[in-house]
């Protein structure tokens, strides 16, 4: 699968006092554009300190075609590290588990907070929640680690707007 990037417009209004949007990318398949990412933190986290346990980070996925719960997963496999000790992969499993099938303007979030742990929530239900040390960095690397799904949408998720 190859993406490109391209603005998204704030157009949700999904800002609160909590969370800032500081930049947003479309994923394209072939010619066809498949989702609309926008990431939130705090503005005073630098993008090089974005996967730490210490820091909290919202990344939203809004639909823009239907996505089967196995193409989110064979996606998400394809770039998560081949070897993760047995705590981190039984959450993955557990994540991949609670995956549901998207139509067009479905959005997922993937959210952390240092006190609440990464939770994965569906149109505002969360499907999943994991407090296991380290899971963050592992399954927001799908987007953003160093074996991203694309590497356009991560340079453009990585350059903060504010």
């Not at 394209?28 to 939130?40: C, G, I, P, S």
């Amino acid at each position: 699968m190859s993406f490109s990037t391209a603005a998204v417009s704030n157009d949700k209004g999904v800002e609160d006092e909590n969370w800032t949007q500081v930049s947003s990318g479309t994923a394209t398949w072939m010619f066809f554009d498949v989702y609309n990412a926008r990431l939130f933190a705090n503005k005073s986290v630098l993008p090089q300190d974005f996967l730490s346990d210490a820091e909290p980070l919202k990344l939203e996925l809004c639909y823009l075609k239907a996505i089967s719960t196995d193409i989110f997963i064979e996606g998400a496999n394809k770039v998560l590290p081949k070897t993760l000790t047995t705590t981190l992969q039984n959450e993955v499993n557990r994540l991949h588990q609670s995956y549901q099938s998207v139509e067009p303007d479905d959005c997922y979030v993937l959210e952390y907070a240092p006190q609440t742990g990464t939770q994965l929530k569906l149109n505002n239900q969360t499907v999943f929640s994991s407090h296991v040390d380290g899971f963050k960095a592992v399954y927001f690397g799908v987007w953003l680690g160093e074996n991203p799904l694309s590497e356009s949408l991560k340079s453009s998720l990585l350059v903060p707007a504010y």
